[in-house]
Each structure stands twice: as structure tokens, then as C-alpha cells.
């Protein structure tokens, strides 16, 4: 049986995302400890959908620190504000496609967080570029996480709708990112660090 996917979410709506990522929350704990964000930082979260992930960020920079995100769907940015202000969080919010969004007024960020969102854009090499010929200072993290294709493909996306790590590498490396440092993680993800 083939499940139902759409890169837009449609099929699963912005409440049943949320509950995944409530899921996986001691994920979004990998990533901050592999990233090193700290107290202080400033922190651009990509795609954030309905931001349980954005609020445990804001926790890790606290109040000395910055979180703005960019997000391409209205819905899933009511949705966050929603959740975000009933919890008391301060963070900028921003609507636009991160394929062509101009970041540079945004800019200096510590920390660019990319997770499980390249596999729903239309192109993941755009919007790789972009961030690439969009971020002046050379040590901005940007930290990919996505699902595995080799993985098992108990929950998540279909395996054939996943982006294997393979295929990413190659696209960052061809695009002049430096590669940090990759890995699998739990929940069938890897990610893989990179900075300009
Ligand atoms: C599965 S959610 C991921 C949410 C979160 N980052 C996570 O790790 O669970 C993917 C999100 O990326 C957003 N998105 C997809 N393409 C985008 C783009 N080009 N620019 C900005 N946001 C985009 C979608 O609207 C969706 O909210």
C-alpha cells in the first residue's frame, strides 16, 4: 500500500505535525547539543512548521539569544505564533520561501537550523544556494537533518520521498560548504553539519 505524501503537509494537518514532533523531541535535544547552541546565540530555524522544535531553541539561547524563523506556509505561521505566544516566547517571525528569500538584512546568525524540511521543497540545491550566497560571515553552523532512506521507514515520510545523505553531500560540497561533521541519529534520521 502506498501512503499519501504531499511536500505541503495537506495530507496531515498542522496538529498531527505537531504531535510528531512532540514525538520527537529528544531529537531536537541532538541537534542543539550538535550545534553547540548556547545562551546568546542567534539562530535562524528554517521551515519550522508548527514550531515545538523552534520553542526548545529558544530555550537553549534564552533571553540574550535570538530565534527568527522562516516559514513558507500562513497557516503553519498562525499555527506557531498561537503556540508560541501562549508560552511566552519572544521570536521573529518571518513568511517567505526560503528557496529565494534575501537573508543578508537578516543576518549574522551563530546557528542556521534546516530539519526535516528539504525534502518538501521543490528544490533542496536552491535553497541550499541561497543560503550559501546569502550568509556574509564564513562560521555560520547550518545544521541538515532529515530521514533516511536506508532506514527501516517505520514512521515519516515513504522511503522514496526521502533525500539519502549521499545525494545531500554532494549537492553542499558542488555548492563550496565545508563539511563539519555527519552521522545517523535516532528516528531513522542523519544530519550532516556544514558551514560556508
Ligand atoms: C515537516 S515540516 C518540518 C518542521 C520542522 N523543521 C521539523 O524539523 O519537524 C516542513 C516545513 O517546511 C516548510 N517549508 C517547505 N519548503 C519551504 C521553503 N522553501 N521555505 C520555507 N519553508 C518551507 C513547510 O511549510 C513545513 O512547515
Do not use: C
Amino acid at each position: 500500500m502506498t501512503l499519501p505524501f504531499d511536500k505541503n503537509l495537506s495530507h496531515l494537518g498542522w496538529e498531527e505535525v505537531k504531535k510528531r514532533q512532540l514525538h520527537r523531541l529528544p531529537l531536537a535535544d541532538e541537534w542543539i547539543d550538535i550545534v553547540q547552541m548556547k545562551p546568546g546565540h542567534s539562530v535562524l530555524d528554517i521551515g519550522p512548521g508548527p514550531g515545538v522544535f523552534t520553542i526548545r531553541y529558544a530555550e537553549a539561547v534564552g533571553d540574550t539569544g535570538r530565534i527568527t524563523v522562516l516559514e513558507k506556509s500562513r497557516e503553519a505561521i498562525e499555527y506557531l505564533v498561537k503556540y508560541v505566544s501562549l508560552l511566552n516566547f519572544q521570536i521573529r517571525v518571518l513568511i517567505g520561501d526560503a528557496e529565494k528569500t534575501d537573508l543578508t538584512g537578516l543576518s549574522p546568525f551563530h546557528i542556521i537550523m534546516l530539519t526535516d524540511i528539504l525534502h518538501h521543497t521543490d528544490s533542496p540545491t536552491k535553497l541550499l544556494k541561497n543560503i550559501y550566497e546569502n550568509i556574509p560571515q564564513k562560521n555560520t553552523r547550518v545544521l541538515i537533518s532529515e530521514f533516511d532512506p536506508t532506514s527501516k521507514g517505520k514512521f515519516g515520510p515513504p522511503l522514496d520521498k526521502r533525500l539519502g545523505d549521499e545525494y545531500l553531500l554532494e549537492i553542499v560540497k558542488n555548492i563550496g560548504f565545508t563539511v563539519i561533521s555527519s552521522n545517523k541519529q535516532l528516528f531513522e534520521h542523519y544530519y550532516i553539519v556544514i558551514e560556508k
